[in-house]
């Protein structure tokens, strides 16, 4: 098993950046693909990206605006975010799954972190 805790989130304005960072722990980051989702008040939580061995995917909305990455050595996963807006606020979850892929669905993925809120004002 792996435990997630994410952090960085925050309160940007609007056309800010942010870095989020999920460290996990127990067994080796390395062996799982990991995402990111979200979650606005009063919406379902959404996929926003996910990384596994090689391949990374983004949800339209964020495309071109939000970068992950990993650092296996750290067994940290990262969410770069640049551009932000005020539609990005949400708690942050990240998310991690042993099999790597375009997966994009919450019950997809095997281990969830607590989260960590992102603000954006305009």
């Known amino acids: 098993q792996v435990q997630l805790v994410e952090s960085g989130g925050g309160l940007v304005q609007a056309g800010g950046s942010l870095r989020l960072s999920c460290a996990a722990s127990?067994?080796?980051?390395?062996?799982?693909?990991a995402g990111w989702f979200r979650q606005a008040p009063g919406k379902e939580r959404e996929f926003v990206s996910n990384?596994?061995?090689?391949?990374?995917y983004y949800a339209d909305s964020v495309k071109g605006r939000f970068t992950i990455s990993r650092d296996n050595a750290k067994n940290t996963l990262y969410l770069q975010m640049n551009s932000l807006k005020p539609e990005d606020t949400a708690v942050y979850y990240c998310a991690a799954r042993s099999y790597s892929g375009n997966y994009r669905k919450e019950t997809e993925y095997s281990y969830w972190g607590q989260g960590t809120q992102v603000t954006v004002s305009s």
């Open positions: 127990g067994r080796a980051f390395s062996n799982y693909a």
């Open positions: 990384i596994g061995w090689t391949d990374t």
